[in-house]
């Protein structure tokens, strides 16, 4: 059974960093894409940033390109969002999504094509 576990959300001030880590576990991901969502109090979900494993090729919601990296860990099956310059309007619930096939470019935006999700975790950006 596949099982994504998130960690490294807190509390910052505007203008502070974060890493978030997302561990997966369970099933091979070699050929797969895992990516950060993120949805605030009522919002709809939205896309942050995906990696494809094979290849290391990185996609980013524009209004995060520059200040948020996605990146592969040296542990197996572990990708890393590191968040800079962070903002008021970051704050969210983030997950982590996986799937274990590879996706087209239009597919990796869109959650609905992803088969695994982890649980979340809040990032809280106050003054």
């Known amino acids: 059974q596949v099982q994504l576990v998130e960690s490294g959300g807190g509390l910052v001030q505007p203008g502070d960093s974060l890493r978030l880590s997302c561990t997966a576990s369970g099933g091979t991901f070699s050929s797969g894409t895992m990516a950060w969502f993120r949805q605030a109090p009522g919002n709809e979900r939205e896309f942050v940033s995906a990696i494809r494993w094979s290849g290391g090729n990185t996609n980013y919601h524009d209004s995060m390109k520059g200040r948020f990296t996605i990146s592969r860990g040296n542990a197996k099956n572990t990708v890393h969002l590191q968040m800079n310059n962070l903002r008021p309007e970051d704050m969210a619930v983030y997950y982590c999504?996986?799937?274990?096939?590879?996706?087209?470019?239009?597919?990796?935006?869109?959650?609905?094509?992803?088969?695994?999700w982890g649980q979340g975790t809040q990032v809280t950006v106050s003054s």
């Open positions: 999504a996986a799937n274990t096939g590879r996706l087209i470019l239009s597919d990796i935006y869109r959650e609905v094509r992803y088969d695994y």
